[in-house]
Structure formats: C-alpha cells, structure tokens
C-alpha cells in the first residue's frame, strides 16, 4: 500500500524502498513463487520505469515475467498475466526493445478487451501507452487507430474531464504532425490543455 501511494505522489525512492521491503517479506516468507513475491516484483519493476530508472525495471521484468507464464500457464487470459504483460511491454520499450515491447502491448489490449470489455477504462489506458509507443516507431496509421479507441473510451469512463482524457489527446496531438495532419494538432493541443485544467 505504500508503494502504490508513493507512486502516486511521485515519490519514487519511497515507492522502490517500499516495493523492496515487500519483496524481502514475501520471499522470507512464501518464497519466489508465491503470488505475493510476484505483485512485489511487479511492484518493484513499474517503481523503476517511473522514476526513469529503465534499465533496472527491464532487469526485474526479466526476472519476474517467467514465473508470471508459468503461475498462469492454464489460464492464458488471467487479469494478472494481461496487466504483467502491458507493463512488460511499457518496460521493454523504455529500453529500446521497441517491437518486442509493442507487441507485447498489443496482446494485452486485445486481451484486455475480451476480459474487461471493450469499453472499460483500461482500454482507455492500454490504447494511450500504446499510441505513444508505435508513434515511436512511426506506425502512423496504428498510432492513430489506437489513440482514436483511447479518446473514444475515456470520454465515457473515467470521462471527458479526466486526466486519462486530456493525455489521450495530448498523444493524438504528436501523432498528428508526423502523419502531415498539422493543422489538427493545434485543436488537439487546446483540447487537452482545457481538459487537463478542468
């Protein structure tokens, strides 16, 4: 608990330090394999890749993705395994594995879609991290297919006034310039800043 608020406070030394005391606990006491062992690996690997410390995420993402497979190797659709792989994918990206990443950001919003629904606020999400990854890659077209679904689902949940929203928008509106599209990018730009100020 404390290292998802201190994530949310930006604090990341305290969200790292947290994640590593409740990995030492759970590998004393359940062992690497315990599901409790693996949240806080998980934990430990998004604390690093927010506080820009990429290549020590990717190393623990390497670590912890194959117990993930295999703890889930008889339900391939798990919530757990879908929420392990897009982070995976974010991760991979952060250190330049940018088509491995994506496609691994890819299954997981289509998997996502199928348990969650089409229309759930993590499709929101999924859709954004991915638009801003394929634009890296100049896969325009798909960027923009992506960030199209992401607007369109946080407009309902969590709504137009979101901060999920207003990024949403702020993505379309770099995509736009590399697809010769400049002349939207303003209005994109404007609606993001109004969104993200509401």
Not at 18 to 26: F, H, I, P, T
Not at 72 to 91: F, K, N, S, T
Request: hydrophobic share 45%; glycine share 8%; proline share 3%.
């Amino acid at each position: 608990s404390r290292a998802t608020v201190a994530m949310d406070l930006a604090q990341w030394d305290d969200a790292i330090a947290s994640s590593k005391e409740m990995l030492d606990v759970a590998l004393s006491r359940f062992g690497d394999g315990h599901e409790l062992a693996r949240s806080a690996r998980w934990s430990l690997v998004q604390s690093y890749l927010l506080a820009g410390k990429a290549q020590e995420s990717a190393e623990e993402g390497e670590r912890v993705s194959p117990l993930t497979l295999e703890a889930h190797r008889d339900e391939p659709m798990a919530p757990a395994l879908i929420e392990a792989r897009e982070l995976y994918g974010r991760v991979l990206t952060a250190v330049g594995r940018l088509d491995d990443g994506i496609a691994q950001m890819e299954r997981s919003l289509r998997d996502a879609a199928e348990v969650f629904g089409p229309s759930s606020t993590i499709i929101g999400y999924y859709a954004a991290n991915l638009a801003a990854r394929q634009l890296e890659v100049s896969d325009l077209d798909r960027a923009l297919a992506s960030i199209d679904r992401g607007i369109e689902v946080s407009a309902v949940v969590p709504g137009a006034d979101s901060g999920l929203h207003a990024f949403s928008h702020h993505v379309r509106a770099q995509i736009l310039p590399a697809a010769r599209r400049g002349s939207e990018a303003v209005g994109e730009f404007d609606r993001g800043v109004d969104r993200a100020g509401a």
